[in-house]
């Protein structure tokens, strides 16, 4: 059964702090994202990657940096917790092949809470 | 890049009746459009996917159509449970094997 876990379901952080979030999938994907999820504002792409030690910014990647040393996981890094990056965040992984047509896998998300 | 309008007012609608979400996207034609579910604090699960050259697929109770013409897709639940109360998210494609979501619609179904 297809599976991506993330590290933390809830998190709370202080303002300045590093924060690391992590992705684990268990299907061989290449192609991993971290999105996150605010109300009224809907899922925002941040970073995705589509092979090892390859990444690519999405649609709002300030404050935010990404890691992908293996295949399976796919780390994100806020280098400096602000309180407005308090949010769900949510990472999913699918498929890679050319012009493939792949739904994305998600994980259960980590609410994170920045003080 | 591509710009999603779903109806973000929630649909309140009786068990047993049809559900019908739309999902509008304004600039270039996909080549297909997915649709997703999602539950209170979970993340989204996909559920269909339709080509621009489908008029219309099915999956149980759920039923997508696409139209290139109008830009716009339809989904329906009939025959509605109680359990098919969540979020419904579309999501067409964008470069490189991204897809773009739109905000949802919430429905809520009543016994």
């Known amino acids: 059964d297809v599976k991506v876990t993330q590290s933390s379901r809830y998190l709370v952080k202080r303002t300045g702090e590093k924060v690391f979030l992590e992705c684990v999938q268990d299907?061989?994907?290449?192609?991993m994202f971290w999105y996150r999820q605010d109300p009224g504002l809907g899922l925002r792409l941040i970073y995705f990657?589509?092979?090892?030690?390859?990444?690519e910014k999405g649609d709002i990647p300030e404050g935010y940096s990404v890691s992908r040393e293996k295949k399976e996981r796919f780390s994100l890094i806020l280098e400096s917790a602000s309180t407005n990056q308090t949010s769900m965040y949510l990472c999913?992984?699918?498929?890679?092949?050319?012009?493939?047509?792949?739904?994305?896998?998600f994980g259960p998300g980590t609410r994170l809470t920045v003080l | 890049s591509q710009k999603i309008e779903q109806n973000s007012e929630a649909l309140n609608i009786q068990e047993g009746k049809t559900a019908t979400l739309t999902c509008n996207y304004t600039?270039?034609?996909?080549?297909?459009l997915q649709w997703y579910r999602q539950d209170p604090g979970r993340g989204p699960v996909f559920l269909l996917l339709?080509?621009?050259?489908?008029k219309e697929k099915r999956k149980e109770r759920l039923k997508v159509t696409f139209d290139t013409t109008l830009k716009q897709s339809l989904f329906h639940i009939t025959a509605s449970q109680p359990a098919d109360s969540a979020t419904y998210l579309c999501?067409?494609?964008?470069?490189?094997?991204?897809?773009?979501f739109g905000g949802g619609t919430r429905v809520l179904v009543k016994p």
């Open positions: 600039n270039y034609s996909p080549a297909y």
């Open positions: 990657s589509y092979d090892v030690k390859m990444k």
């Open positions: 999501a067409p494609p964008e470069a490189g094997n991204k897809l773009t």
């Open positions: 299907m061989d994907h290449e192609n």
């Open positions: 339709i080509r621009e050259n489908e």
């Open positions: 999913a992984s699918s498929l890679g092949t050319s012009g493939s047509e792949h739904e994305q896998f």
